[in-house]
């Protein structure tokens, strides 16, 4: 990758991903991803947030922005949900 988009190569240490699956719900199933990315978004925010209220520090990688559905309730709900668990998750990997 350092080749094709010209970057240098660098140290970085051990690396963690995250998962989180959302419900059932028709407007996370679909092909389009306006919903799943207004909970992404929101749940980056959240955890950002979090992380600037406490001594942790983790960076949080993501491509999403705010988008017009991060105002549904149930998107925030589901955001809520996990970024608690998410923060949870990097507190246990930081100790």
């Known amino acids: 990758m350092a080749d094709t988009f010209g970057y240098d190569e660098i140290?970085?240490?051990p690396i963690e991903?995250?998962?989180f699956k959302l419900p059932p719900r028709?407007?996370?199933t679909t092909r389009v991803a306006d919903y799943r990315e207004a909970v992404e978004a929101m749940t980056q925010y959240c955890v950002?947030?979090?992380m600037?209220?406490?001594d942790f520090y983790c960076p949080v990688v993501s491509r999403v922005a705010l988008n017009?559905?991060?105002s549904e309730p149930f998107v925030k709900i589901q955001a809520r949900f996990a970024s608690e668990e998410l923060f949870g998750w990097v507190?246990?990997?930081l100790g």
Request: glycine share 10%; charged share 15%; hydrophobic share 45%.
């Open 26 to 28: 028709a407007e996370f």
């Open 52 to 54: 600037n209220e406490t």
């Open 17 to 19: 991903f995250a998962a």
């Open 68 to 70: 017009p559905h991060t």
């Open 11 to 13: 140290e970085l240490g």
């Open 48 to 50: 950002i947030n979090m």
């Open 91 to 93: 507190g246990s990997l």
